[in-house]
């Protein structure tokens, strides 16, 4: 058994251990902080399969900024554990859920031990037209370029889970603006990191946008970075939360799906169709829509955890 | 063993025990994060078709990678509107649960509508 | 040369994982919070920081390895401040019964 081998089977183990202590575990804070550890151990696990830029979105977007969602509703919901202990399911309940799950798991493990071999791949056909977009990175490529209409549609689902989470705003709160006033005295360490940190990590999050074209990044990874930049000067109470109300706000907002759909309809006047782009000017083409797609994620992720207004919008 | 083939069976289990977590905790934050388990463990069946389909130079088969990763921001954002629903269902009743209670005690800070 | 690179990497490494190790036995055995957070911070400080000594020969260029250092600074940056702010809401909690 190779090193390699024996890190595998460790790394395996070790993210079913974290899982279970995140299904098993008494109390839900313990469970969420088992949720955000078992994210950072899949990412490591994602780069052994040889897929960076899931691995980057997996520790920034599926670990962190869920984990910081996470983290916020169960100390919210810390006194309302208690109440839900009698509903816990029987015994003969629980047989019947294992036997299902664990028919569930023998299923899915049969499919994976049966997969064919070779395996069907679409890795030629974008090797092939790889060189017409002038990127280096294939996942770039198939996101912005010959996926291009699901990256819309996703950044429109982004749009949409904002709309949802601020209609859930009591009626009197509407215009008025999530999270916590700015406060007089920030407390020293939070304010320290946030007033440390955001240079370094707005230029580390444009630097992995930018170098998404070519190497392992791109606009998602990108703009979660610039998305916890300012989360962490929320939190620190530095700065607050603008008014659901507010333009500016709205408009980053929608920036990344609008300015996506108006490249992919002048696609039919300019270039051979819906979602064409221009042969020799794609890479300038896909990098200006990848930047306001990062303006967006950055407003629209921060907005999202902030959750909706509670304060009472000013006249 | 390969690495893909290892980490499909960790993606199965992972499935199984996320659905066993989202049948049988009562709570709707624990089923929220079984729902991302369960989420995970299909994203990871993703990547190892994606690595098993690598050809053409490539480490691994682009398009099922592209896949996951809209994935993880689309599962991202139902988290989101997850959460605020419960924290919302807190605010107007005071308690969490999914159970359609007749005698659900009064709300937390009052009524807000 | 690349020798003496080669048994410095793994002499660095191996000392980087002891000090990890230590800090996880620290945090599974001392009894409460401060003290845990003690355990801990030395594995990043010092563990990270002789991981990446021992990686900064291996990689190719020179940007490269100050983009390795560039990590264990930030990671410093937010452990300490992370460490900080769990010592302080425990001191606030009081000391377990």
């Known amino acids: 058994?190779?090193?390699?081998?024996?890190?595998?089977?460790?790394?395996?183990?070790l993210v079913l251990a974290v899982a279970v202590w995140t299904i098993f575990?008494?109390?839900?804070?313990?469970?969420?902080?088992?949720?955000?550890?078992?994210?950072?151990?899949?990412s490591i696990v994602w780069v052994r399969l040889f897929a960076v830029d899931?691995?980057?979105?997996?520790?920034?977007?599926?670990s962190g900024v869920t984990g910081v969602l996470l983290i916020g509703a169960a100390a919210r919901l810390r006194e309302a554990e208690m109440a839900a202990a009698d509903e816990q399911p029987s015994e003969p309940q629980r047989f019947w859920a294992s036997f299902l799950c664990v028919l569930v798991t023998l299923a899915l493990a049969g499919v994976v031990l049966s997969l064919p071999d070779p395996a069907p791949t679409l890795a030629p056909e974008a090797a092939q037209k790889l060189a017409g977009t002038g990127l280096g990175n294939p996942i770039t490529a198939v996101l912005i370029a010959f996926r291009s209409f699901d990256t819309m549609l996703e950044k429109v689902v982004l749009v949409l889970a904002v709309v949802g989470v601020w209609s859930l705003a009591p009626d009197r709160y509407w215009g008025g603006a999530?999270?916590?006033?700015?406060?007089?005295?920030?407390?020293?360490?939070?304010?320290?990191?946030a007033q440390l940190l955001p240079p370094f990590g707005i230029l580390i999050g444009i630097h992995i946008f930018w170098v998404g074209a070519d190497e392992p990044g791109g606009a998602f990874q990108g703009g979660a970075i610039l998305a916890a930049m300012w989360m962490i000067t929320m939190m620190a109470r530095l700065t607050e939360a603008p008014p659901v109300s507010s333009i500016w706000l709205r408009l980053a907002l929608i920036a990344g799906p609008a300015v996506f759909l108006a490249t992919g309809v002048a696609g039919v006047a300019m270039a051979s169709g819906f979602f064409a782009y221009p042969a020799g000017f794609a890479k300038p083409l896909i990098l200006f829509i990848e930047a306001f797609m990062t303006l967006s994620i950055a407003v629209t992720l921060p907005m999202l955890v902030a959750g909706p207004p509670r304060r009472l919008p000013r006249r | 063993m390969s690495a893909p083939t290892l980490a499909g069976l960790i993606g199965a289990a992972l499935v199984g025990l996320g659905l066993y977590g989202l049948i049988t905790n009562p709570q709707p934050l624990r089923k929220i994060l079984a729902f991302n388990l369960i989420g995970s463990g299909v994203f990871l069946l993703f990547g190892?078709?994606?690595?098993?389909?690598?050809?053409?130079?490539?480490?691994?088969?682009?398009?099922?990678?592209?896949?996951?990763?809209?994935?993880?921001?689309?599962a991202f954002s139902a988290s989101a509107l997850a959460i605020a629903l419960v924290l919302r269902l807190f605010q107007e009743t005071g308690r969490v649960t999914l159970r359609p209670d007749a005698s659900a005690g009064p709300p937390a800070n009052g009524a807000d509508t | 040369?690349?020798?003496?690179?080669?048994?410095?990497?793994?002499?660095?490494?191996?000392?980087?994982?002891?000090?990890?190790?230590?800090?996880?036995v620290g945090l599974l055995r001392f009894p409460d919070a401060l003290s845990r957070l003690h355990a801990l911070t030395k594995a990043d400080?010092?563990?990270?920081?002789?991981?990446?000594?021992?990686?900064?020969?291996?990689t190719g260029s020179l940007f490269a390895s100050l983009k390795l250092v560039a990590v264990?600074?930030?990671?410093?940056?937010?452990?300490?401040?992370?460490?900080?702010?769990?010592?302080?809401?425990?001191?606030?909690?009081?000391?377990?019964p």
């Open chain 3, 1 to 24: 040369m690349s020798l003496v690179l080669d048994i410095l990497t793994i002499m660095a490494i191996c000392a980087g994982a002891f000090f990890f190790f230590a800090g996880t």
């Open chain 2, 48 to 74: 190892i078709i994606a690595r098993k389909g690598a050809a053409a130079g490539f480490v691994a088969d682009p398009v099922p990678q592209a896949m996951v990763i809209t994935g993880i921001v689309v």
């Open chain 1, 54 to 62: 899931v691995a980057l979105t997996e520790a920034a977007i599926g």
């Open chain 1, 178 to 193: 999530p999270g916590a006033p700015r406060a007089a005295r920030p407390e020293s360490t939070l304010a320290f990191l």
């Open chain 1, 1 to 13: 058994m190779s090193v390699l081998q024996a890190l595998d089977i460790g790394l395996a183990a």
């Open chain 3, 45 to 58: 400080n010092l563990g990270l920081g002789l991981v990446v000594l021992g990686l900064l020969p291996r």
């Open chain 1, 25 to 42: 575990a008494r109390e839900a804070f313990a469970a969420v902080v088992g949720y955000v550890a078992y994210g950072l151990l899949l």
């Open chain 3, 72 to 96: 264990w600074a930030l990671i410093q940056l937010a452990g300490a401040t992370a460490a900080q702010l769990i010592a302080r809401a425990a001191r606030r909690k009081g000391p377990a």
